[in-house]
């Protein structure tokens, strides 16, 4: 990997995308520093630095990681790349339900450019309606519940609307910068901006845990963290080739066809998707209970008790059983085995031993639904670690485990998917044949 990267750097154009990718991720990065309008920096300050002291983790939490840690600051890239994930989420439902994003996704560019479109304008409607909520809840002391200062000190209305422009501009600049990413830099851009908001909060997390545990626990950790990246290097890696050989056939005088190769069905066919789905489904009843205050109740307790209580047992088995539902829902509106099936017969290919249309779709169907278990099993498993290791972190209190879950599976499916275009690049341009 080094070596790839060292032969980037000497080969000018990649040179360029490269430094290119950096200096859009240092704006981003400085973005993620700068306060919005109206805020109270000392506030933040103190407010930060006592919920650090009590390890408060709440419902924020993912939404913080992904933003780098800028939403518990109000900076203005606050909000970060989340509106676009919900709105590209969205829209790719949306695609199963509606005709219309089914036809335009059959389209080809177009339709996709249409798409893209469609994305962009609900990302904004999210950024809008989620900066309205942050700041509502920052105002009503629900951002920081143990902390009573006051984060905005005005309570205008001419206040609240220019940080809720601020914060929508925040995103539609984090959204610009992630196309611009994709179109001159090396990776995709809103996948590279995501892994640069988890890489800034690994060293405060790593850093707690050594501060609060000492270094046992501490190189402990590492060597698990080690172990995991391992794993899910391997996982993430892993795939299922089935064979396709193309009939040969004659257009015109030249003869088509005739090869052989293989259609890659990976393991984890579904991404780091289930779990986002899952852990937004977790964290609504945290955010109902925010929203009622100080309230108290039998459906409350048993709230708190069983499902908001992270290190109960029955708050992950209901999180590793969202994540194999949803990988298996999300695989089944992904990928189609009939439309694959129906584009191999078009093209004269088949699987040996498989008859070309539906028995082919049923095929692909079975053999999709038995890798996808493992799959499952596999982003539950990693998606639960940090539940299993708060009692190692921070004495059973709710303290990030920094390499498990969402952030290690992003980060390495990110970093290899990053690495392999920069291998194709070189390979592009340092092509050696059989002739020297």
């Known amino acids: 990997m080094l070596q790839a990267f060292a032969a980037a750097f000497r080969t000018p154009d990649l040179r360029r995308k490269l430094l290119f990718s950096l200096a859009m991720i240092a704006i981003y990065r400085l973005g993620a520093s700068v306060p919005g309008p109206g805020v109270s920096i000392k506030a933040i300050n103190a407010c930060l630095t006592q919920a650090q002291a009590s390890d408060q983790r709440d419902v924020y939490s993912l939404v913080n990681l992904f933003s780098g840690g800028a939403l518990l600051r109000l900076s203005v890239f606050a909000l970060g790349i989340m509106p676009y994930i919900t709105a590209s989420i969205i829209v790719q439902l949306l695609v199963v339900v509606i005709p219309r994003f089914e036809q335009l996704k059959?389209?080809?560019?177009?339709?996709?450019?249409k798409l893209t479109q469609y994305t962009r304008y609900l990302t904004i409607a999210l950024a809008i309606l989620q900066s309205t909520g942050i700041i509502a809840l920052a105002r009503s002391g629900q951002l920081f519940p143990n902390c009573s200062q006051e984060i905005i000190p005005s309570d205008s209305v001419w206040t609240t609307v220019v940080l809720v422009?601020?914060?929508t501009a925040g995103t539609s600049l984090i959204m610009w910068l992630g196309e611009l990413l994709t179109e001159k830099g090396i990776g995709n851009g809103m996948s590279v901006l995501i892994f640069t908001s988890i890489a800034a909060r690994i060293p405060a997390e790593g850093g707690s845990i050594l501060r609060s545990r000492g270094g046992l626990v501490f190189t402990v950790v590492c060597i698990f963290a080690l172990l995991i990246i391992g794993a899910v290097v391997y996982v993430e890696q892993a795939q299922r080739r089935i064979p396709v050989q193309y009939a040969k056939r004659m257009v015109g005088r030249r003869m088509y066809g005739g090869t052989s190769t293989y259609l890659p069905l990976k393991v984890n066919q579904a991404g780091v998707i289930p779990v986002i789905f899952a852990s937004s489904l977790l964290y609504l009843p945290q955010l109902i209970a925010q929203l009622q205050g100080n309230s108290t109740g039998p459906v409350r307790q048993f709230f708190e008790n069983y499902i908001i209580d992270q290190s109960s047992a029955f708050h992950v088995a209901l999180y590793f059983g969202l994540i194999v539902?949803?990988?298996?829902?999300?695989?089944?509106?992904?990928?189609n085995p009939e439309e694959r099936a129906d584009d191999m017969k078009r093209y004269g290919g088949f699987i040996p031993g498989i008859r070309p249309g539906r028995p082919t779709a049923e095929y692909l169907q079975y053999v999709l639904s038995r890798i996808t278990l493992p799959g499952s099993i596999y982003l539950g498993v990693v998606a639960v670690l940090p539940n299993f290791f708060l009692s190692i972190t921070q004495s059973g209190q709710n303290q990030n485990f920094p390499f498990g879950g969402t952030a290690v599976l992003i980060m390495v499916g990110v970093g290899l998917e990053t690495v392999k275009q920069i291998e194709t690049q070189l390979n592009q341009r340092n092509y050696e044949g059989f002739l020297k």
Not at 106 to 113: D, L, M, Y
Request: net charge neutral; no cysteine; proline share 0%.
């Open 165 to 167: 422009v601020a914060l």
């Open 325 to 335: 539902f949803f990988t298996y829902f999300y695989v089944s509106i992904t990928f």
């Open 106 to 113: 059959k389209e080809g560019q177009s339709g996709q450019n």
